[in-house]
């Protein structure tokens, strides 16, 4: 007989996550059946967006996310006993798969030392960074980038992909541990957002030639400070918006729509999964641009499966520095 644990989501989200919102539960697994296979999480993934994610039908369900797992006892040809995986399997320790969206991660890339990349710089913050950017931001050589959220998974990439492309890149982010990190990786500017003052003034010192392409983690009052300092035919892309995901009440914004319509920007919205195809396309650059030494990327690793909703509450108070994992 295998037991595996979850965490149940208990009651959905008002303002920030709370522990008191799961509850740890242990599950006694049924064998596996032909076709299937059984994996043990080794990495699990938190990230922003389960925060919008729950919702009244996961209530009482095993809350929603990503993980690398090792197969563990198979009955499916395609998932050998010592392959790794990715899956959405949720936040638990164990878990029966047919295959169905899993991704088999190739251990010449994924080796040891790199499993939980495929949850990183390698798997879905990457891919986002990557796609999103260059398709929608199109960086052309000596144009002026702001990304926010600019420590985190998602944002420390874009930052260096668009050094890769020859920009000047400008980062927020909030401590000056992560200005110091944003440097390191060759940011033009770094800018600790909580320490700052105006974001207006900023804005007009560290981007003296205007702005030319913003990619945003964050919304709120960042969406509505840079968008009229953008250029002409200036590209927006919106990933993301943190500062309002935990809101009880949805904030009110500046009218932006005639800088858009003044300055000819175009302004898109962006999400990964609607691109599934792309992803190795995206992760093959990646990781030859990470073999070079011009692609760095930093892990917030929390020990402990017990400790997930403690990673999960860091992202929402800053405490990661490049992608939130947690080993099992
Ligand atoms: N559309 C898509 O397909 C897609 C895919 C992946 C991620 N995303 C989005 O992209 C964004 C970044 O994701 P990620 O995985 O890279 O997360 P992350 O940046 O690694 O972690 C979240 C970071 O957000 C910052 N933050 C938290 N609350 C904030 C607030 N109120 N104001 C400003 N900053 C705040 C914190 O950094 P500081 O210390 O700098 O405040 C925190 O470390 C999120 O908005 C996420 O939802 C979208």
Redesign the pocket.
Known sequence: MTTARKYNVEVLFTGVPKKSDFKIVEETLRAIKDGEFLAEAVWLSV???M??AVNSSTIGNTMIGEQVAKVIESKNGNFKVGDYVAGMFGWRTKTISNGDRVRKLDRSIYTDDKLSTALGILG??G???YL?FLDICAPKEGETLVV?????????AVGQIAKIKGCRVVG????DE?VQYLKSLGFDEAIN??TMGSLKETLEKTCPKGIDMFFD????E?YDTIIPQMNKSGRVT?????????LENPEKGTRVNRSILGKELTVK??????HLPRWPEAFKTMGEWIDKGQLKYNETVTEGFDNMFDAFA???????????VVKA
């Open positions: 990230d922003p967006y925060r919008g879905m913050p891919a986002t960074a999103a926010t959220g600019a420590a985190g998974a998602v944002g420390s927020f982010a909030g401590s992560k957002y909580k983690n964050v919304g709120g960042f919106i990933v993301g918006a943190i500062s309002q995901y935990n919205g962006f999400v990964v999964y609607s860091g992202l929402f108070s800053g405490k990661n520095l490049g992608k939130a």
